[in-house]
């Protein structure tokens, strides 16, 4: 496959690629270089992309970004991915124009965006690879926070991690806010966790031949002493980096909702602030009837006994104005055609997850995420 690490005999001696990757209100994201000589450039880091891709010049339809459009005509290095290849023949509706360049137009969580493939030198971090990208220039995207694209980390040929061919990788990230704390994407042989007693280990789940995602089995979740048992069609997480707070199906966020609001002691809201569904004046929930007792933590637990515990400090979000608000809503909200729960990144904050994809296998650990980078 195209794309191999340029890297790869320090890759096979035990080395690694490390990126550090830093809070941009509200996602986490990556400096990187493009070509020869480099270009400067910022990429949004999502786990479940499917491509790498920037916005390049010309443009019909760009949204705005930080650093310039990035300029192949400038680039010694680059070359247009030709039509036919297996690469070109495995991205969403490809085409092939006129001079015999790779198209294409696919549909993102940010929004629809097509343009051309291509092929460059990337820096990112320690690494340095030739990597097939798109060249986006046509982008039904309001805004990407400033960023001029997105480095998609899923489980395609076009992905950072599929081009790569990498057999594991991992990232942490530090609280959201913390200013200075670099958070970090480990890649090959960086990507190894501590390995102390709390580590856990549970399989991934394969819903589909051409998913990008990573998703895994909710087998219970337990907030003190209330069990709540998730609905078996509504069991499987997706492990996400885009959405903030977690998801889960109905029954069981009716479920939370009602522990929590018991645990507080005091009346929430009438109308909570949005997005959330349940919040509290925080006078009110510091003064409540159970105050003097702390709020338990939060346990889920997925298929082969791996516990992730989210502390009240993560799932009672500060929403400002005095009040705070419960960091997980019921995925009826996302309008889903199947059920689905999410584990968004508030719950993952200074955890380090390791994705070991010969294994099949997601495992995870406390850490301090800003001493990784």
């Not at 645990?263 to 105050?291: E, H, Q, R, W, Y």
Request: charged share 15%.
């Amino acid at each position: 496959m195209r794309g191999r690490l340029l890297a790869d005999a320090a890759v096979a001696g035990g080395g690694g690629g490390v990126v550090p990757i830093y809070w941009s209100q509200p996602l986490y994201m990556a400096n990187l270089t493009i070509g020869t000589p480099p270009q400067p450039a910022s990429a949004i880091i999502h786990l479940a992309g499917e491509f790498v891709w920037t916005q390049c010049s010309p443009c019909r339809r760009c949204f705005k970004q930080d650093l310039p459009l990035f300029n192949r005509s400038a680039s010694s290095t680059y070359r247009p991915e030709p039509c036919g290849t297996a690469l070109c023949e495995s991205v969403p509706a490809s085409t092939c124009s006129g001079d015999g360049v790779c198209s294409y137009e696919v549909e993102t969580m940010f929004g629809d965006t097509s343009g051309i493939g291509g092929t460059d030198t990337f820096a990112i971090g320690t690494a340095t690879a030739s990597l097939a990208f798109g060249c986006a220039m046509d982008s039904n995207i309001k805004q990407l926070l400033g960023a001029s694209g997105v480095v998609g980390l899923g489980r395609t040929p076009w992905s950072l991690v599929g081009q790569m061919n990498a057999t594991a990788f991992s990232y942490c990230l530090a609280p959201h806010g913390a200013a200075g704390k670099k958070s970090a994407l480990l890649l090959g042989a960086s990507a190894k966790l501590a390995g102390g007693k709390s580590a856990a280990t549970t399989p991934l789940v394969n819903t589909s031949d051409d998913s990008s995602d990573y998703m895994i089995h909710l087998e219970g979740i337990k907030f003190g002493d209330v069990i709540i048992a998730p609905p078996p069609n509504g069991s499987v997480v997706l492990v996400d980096t885009i959405f903030g707070v977690s998801f889960l199906v109905d029954a069981a966020f009716q479920a939370i909702k009602k522990a929590v609001t018991v645990a507080v002691g005091a009346a929430p809201m009438a109308t909570p602030t949005k997005p959330f569904d349940l919040c509290f004046p925080k006078a009110a929930a510091a003064a409540g009837a159970n105050s003097s007792l702390p709020l338990p933590d939060v346990v889920l637990t997925f298929q082969g006994a791996a516990a992730l515990t989210v502390p009240p400090s993560k799932y009672m979000y500060d929403a400002g104005n005095g009040t705070v608000c419960l960091a997980m809503m019921s995925s009826a909200m996302l309008n889903l055609t199947t059920e689905l729960s999410i584990l968004g990144r508030l719950h993952q904050e200074n955890i380090h997850f390791l994705f070991d994809l010969d294994k099949e296998t997601l495992s995870f650990e406390p850490a301090d995420c800003s001493s990784l980078s």
